[in-house]
């Protein structure tokens, strides 16, 4: 069992930036693809980014993809989302996800995420 918790999330101005950061308890974290999804009221949740195992392989959805930077430290348990840039549009609640799957590869799906965190507010304003 993983359990997940995201913290960072806030008020901003557009142009600005954020700092997400999840940190996941369990000795199996390592071994996880994580990723970052959002979801902005009545709408889907969205995929956001994702990072491997290793950091080694990365992920972004278009929208968010040269403004975002996904990172993480397997020796804290910890995956951050580094948010520039950022615009109104960008406003969701931000969830943390992980795929347990072997040796997988970053995937926007949220189907293939099997934890998740509670989730942390990002506003942006105009």
């Known amino acids: 069992q993983v359990q997940l918790v995201e913290s960072g999330g806030g008020l901003v101005q557009a142009g600005g930036s954020l700092r997400l950061s999840c940190a996941a308890s369990?000795?199996?974290?390592?071994?996880?693809?994580m990723g970052w999804f959002r979801q902005a009221p009545g709408k889907e949740r969205e995929f956001v980014a994702a990072?491997?195992?290793?950091?080694?392989?990365?992920k972004y959805a278009d929208s968010v993809k040269g403004r975002f930077t996904i990172s993480r430290d397997n020796a804290k348990n910890t995956v951050d989302l580094q948010m520039n840039s950022l615009k109104p549009e960008d406003t969701a609640v931000y969830y943390c996800?992980?795929?347990?799957?072997?040796?997988?590869?970053?995937?926007?799906?949220?189907?293939?995420?099997?934890?998740w965190g509670q989730g942390t507010q990002v506003t942006v304003s105009s």
């Open positions: 996800a992980a795929d347990r799957r072997p040796g997988g590869v970053p995937s926007i799906s949220p189907g293939l995420y099997n934890y």
């Open positions: 369990g000795r199996t974290f390592s071994n996880y693809v």
């Open positions: 990072i491997s195992w290793s950091a080694g392989s990365t």
